[in-house]
């Protein structure tokens, strides 16, 4: 069983390269609406977007850095750290609360040794909460490694599990 560790992984991450970062903000920094872009394409470039950027992403945008975090935090697909090689996200809305996704998730985190929004010690496994999968009619519903699987019952969660263990 994976052990837990705060939100970083103990994995090799992307290396931070300023200059790489600067090309890929310089080229949306003109666009309208190219903050997101550009928050796109650091998350590809270094698999999270780096603390190092946001001074880098302000000049370019004219913003406070402060108002960039606060664009990069709001969307849960911009991460603070890399994500282990699986992602699993457990649904936490309404319909899927009602048909078990607390017990799901509770079970998920006692199985995997982590809690929501961190990462195995290992870098295997990334653990997220996600609101609303739009997949309400099959509740409780997850996402693993972008696939989603509805019904997930504890026994489909272990089911799914293996297939990805180490």
């Given at each position: 069983m994976?052990?837990?560790?705060?939100?970083?992984?103990?994995?090799?991450?992307?290396?931070?390269?300023?200059?790489?970062?600067?090309?890929?903000?310089?080229?949306?920094?003109?666009?309208?609406?190219?903050?997101?872009?550009?928050l796109h394409g650091l998350q590809h470039a270094f698999g999270y977007i780096p603390a190092e950027s946001y001074d880098l992403l302000a000049n370019a945008f004219n913003l406070s850095r402060a108002e960039v975090y606060g664009v990069k935090s709001f969307y849960h697909d911009f991460t603070s750290a890399p994500a282990g090689q699986h992602i699993i996200q457990i649904c936490q809305a309404e319909s899927c609360q009602a048909r078990g996704s607390r017990a799901l998730t509770q079970h998920a985190e006692e199985m995997l040794g982590i809690t929501l929004g961190q990462t195995s010690h290992d870098g295997h496994f990334t653990l997220q909460a996600v609101y609303c999968l739009g997949n309400c009619a099959v509740s409780p519903n997850i996402t693993l490694d972008g696939k989603a699987h509805g019904r997930v019952s504890e026994d489909r969660f272990d089911m799914l599990f293996k297939k990805v263990a180490p």
């Amino acid at each position: 069983m994976p052990q837990m560790t705060s939100d970083k992984p103990h994995m090799e991450e992307a290396i931070w390269d300023g200059k790489e970062a600067r090309e890929i903000i310089d080229l949306h920094a003109t666009r309208k609406g190219g903050l997101m872009e550009a928050l796109h394409g650091l998350q590809h470039a270094f698999g999270y977007i780096p603390a190092e950027s946001y001074d880098l992403l302000a000049n370019a945008f004219n913003l406070s850095r402060a108002e960039v975090y606060g664009v990069k935090s709001f969307y849960h697909d911009f991460t603070s750290a890399p994500a282990g090689q699986h992602i699993i996200q457990i649904c936490q809305a309404e319909s899927c609360q009602a048909r078990g996704s607390r017990a799901l998730t509770q079970h998920a985190e006692e199985m995997l040794g982590i809690t929501l929004g961190q990462t195995s010690h290992d870098g295997h496994f990334t653990l997220q909460a996600v609101y609303c999968l739009g997949n309400c009619a099959v509740s409780p519903n997850i996402t693993l490694d972008g696939k989603a699987h509805g019904r997930v019952s504890e026994d489909r969660f272990d089911m799914l599990f293996k297939k990805v263990a180490p």
